[in-house]
Nanobody, 120 residues
């Protein structure tokens, strides 16, 4: 079955950077549009970035210009480079396939996510 494992989160000061990784197994990774999602305390999960199988990207307005999504199909891995981090970026970050024009999460089982905390 499909497994998604997120890593790379941590505690960082405002203005700092982190690079998240999502390793997928049990699926043909290269055919999927992949997305990064986040869920902050008391808020709903939101999609922050996507990358298609061909490398086309799209971002939520809140992270545009600060975050960069990329993928390495040979490693079945998608990355999220986060720069100029703000306290409002604090959340648990998850990855999943994001399908269709509405980028609906596809894989039934989510990973455990990785915690990003931006605080001084």
């Amino acid at each position: 079955q499909v497994q998604l494992v997120e890593s790379g989160g941590g505690l960082v000061q405002p203005g700092g950077s982190l690079r998240l990784s999502c390793a997928a197994s049990g699926t043909i990774f290269s055919i999927y549009t992949m997305g990064w999602y986040r869920q902050a305390p008391g808020k709903q999960r939101e999609l922050v970035a996507v990358i298609t199988s061909g490398g086309k990207t799209n971002y939520a307005d809140s992270v545009k210009g600060r975050f960069t999504i990329s993928r390495d199909n040979a490693k079945n891995t998608v990355y999220l480079q986060m720069n100029s981090l703000k306290p409002e970026d604090t959340a648990v970050y998850y990855c999943n396939a994001a399908v269709g024009s509405d980028y609906v999460p596809y894989f039934r089982s989510w990973g455990q996510g990785t915690q990003v905390t931006v605080s001084s």
